[in-house]
């Protein structure tokens, strides 16, 4: 069966800078100090990537901090509670939107 | 409660299909290179080892538990019992150096019908010992209700694995009611003074990841685990060992079965680490066998890939001999040298 994304590709990732070498460096570098432990624990920054990467829905950064997080000793309701943040916010997203909906349909009706 | 490799008369049970299983992936599967080269490549190979610092001596494969992921293979199944006449030889032998420490191991140490005899005779040598205790012994049984004194008595350090601070994930590896039972002995511990501010027992405990993925950082688990421990039960420890789990025996069994070899196999690999690989263990351990033979470690012993030495036996224990000797490595070293390293003291690198 042919699909889009190969799993076996995330470990690629670094493979990128072979077509423009100095932006994948200066990525690599944000990334790891992003994500190194600061005024959050990596702990937490592992939770946030793990919602984050829900809300994009990004398979690979599912798989990556699905690991990071069972890595850093999180717990499963921790980490489903992350992605109902994640999920929480972009249904919120959705919602808030219709406020201007509702703002509209007055203007234009009697 | 699961059975042991051996029981079900799994193939895995025999140290040399492991072995041919844990090449075969490493080199033709994955076209990595084997260990032995890696350690090549950074200049450590032959590994030598340095000044022996431990005697760790497996005293029997009898457990009274049947973990997930143990490299042991132990269980209430198993017979091997080291007897007091090889202990006696340990003895003689740990007397002609000055080995500090001696780290009794098993299964469960404890089972062994000669193991408190075994631990006074060492505390007359001058040496500390340190027992890997898994908690649940101490409950297991009423003639066992009194090892926290025994171990306060010889000033015992305790080390004792606890996969997780929830029952969830710790009875998932070490078998159902294991959880309960530990904090139950943990606090019987705590009783009696281990781990307590200034009391001079010492009480530490080993995180190993419950499945395939590699232990977080040392420091950020033992924080983790002093707060909810302490919250949640009053419970109080030293020092927290992060501990990888290594591709052998039970926990080999477990990647294959729940399709996670490769994966974990290729992560150990590349997260190969040669500041860990010139701190691994086996150069300042000498481990001992249930029968007397002489390993570089635990995991070697458990894959009988005995010492390259004349000195084969505790009972032709030459110290100088053994000085010399190239450790012997194989794919499952991986796991001692991946990301922050790992031993039986926790992280090296």
Redesign the interface.
């Known amino acids: 069966m042919e699909t889009y994304y190969n799993p076996a590709d995330l470990k690629k990732f670094g493979n990128i800078g072979e077509f423009q070498k100095e932006f994948a460096d200066k990525f690599f570098a944000y990334y790891g100090a992003v994500f190194a432990e600061g005024a959050l624990t990596a702990r937490e920054k592992s939770l946030i990537a793990l919602a984050v990467a829900h809300a994009v829905q990004c398979p690979y950064c599912i798989d990556a901090y699905s690991a990071d997080t069972l890595e850093k000793g999180c717990t499963e309701p921790e980490m489903m509670e992350a992605v109902h943040v994640a999920a929480a916010i972009r249904g919120g997203a959705t919602l808030v939107h219709g406020v201007q909906m509702m703002n509209k349909v007055k203007e234009l009706s009697m | 409660m699961i059975k042991s490799l051996k029981a079900t008369g799994n193939q895995l049970a025999n140290s040399a299909f492991q072995l041919t299983v844990l090449r075969q992936e490493v080199v033709d599967v994955l076209h990595l290179p084997p260990f032995h080269a890696k350690m090549q490549e950074v200049g450590l190979f032959p590994l030598r080892p340095v000044l022996p610092a431990v005697l760790q001596i497996n005293v029997g494969k009898m457990c009274n538990q049947v973990c997930k992921h143990c490299h042991v293979d132990a269980g209430p199944d198993r017979k091997e019992i080291m007897t007091r006449e090889t202990m006696q030889l340990c003895l003689n032998a740990l007397a002609q150096t000055d080995i500090p420490m001696v780290d009794l191991t098993g299964g469960a140490p404890e089972m062994n019908p000669d193991f408190r005899w075994f631990v006074e005779e060492i505390s007359k040598l001058g040496r500390k010992v340190l027992v890997r205790c898994n908690l649940t012994i101490i409950v297991a049984n009423k003639k066992y209700y009194d090892l926290p004194e025994f171990f306060k008595k010889h000033g015992v350090e305790v080390v004792s694995s606890l996969p997780?601070y929830?029952a969830?994930?710790t009875d998932r590896q070490r078998g159902d009611g294991v959880f309960d039972d530990s904090i139950r002995a943990l606090k019987m511990l705590n009783a009696v003074g281990y781990g307590q501010p200034d009391s001079g027992l010492v009480l530490n405990l080993v995180?190993n990841?419950a499945?395939a993925?590699?232990?977080?950082?040392q420091a950020?688990?033992e924080r983790?685990f002093k707060q909810a421990l302490l919250k949640d039960h009053g419970i109080v420890f030293n020092s927290l060992f992060a501990i990888t789990n290594l591709p052998v025996s039970r926990f080999l069994d477990y990647l294959v079965e729940s399709g996670n070899y490769a994966g974990y196999m290729?992560k150990l690999v590349?997260a190969f680490n040669p500041t860990a690989a010139a701190g691994v263990m086996c150069r300042d351990t000498i481990s001992v066998g249930w029968d007397g033979g002489l390993y570089d470690c635990d995991f070697n012993q458990m894959l009988d890939l005995h010492v390259a030495s004349t000195s084969q036996h505790i009972r032709d224990f030459d110290a100088v001999a053994l000085a010399q000797r190239p450790i012997v490595v194989n794919q499952h070293c991986y796991g001692c040298t991946a990301g922050a390293g790992s031993s039986c003291g926790g992280t090296v690198a």
């Open positions: 997780f929830s969830d994930k995180y990841p499945g993925f590699m232990p977080g950082p950020a688990l983790q290729e590349t």
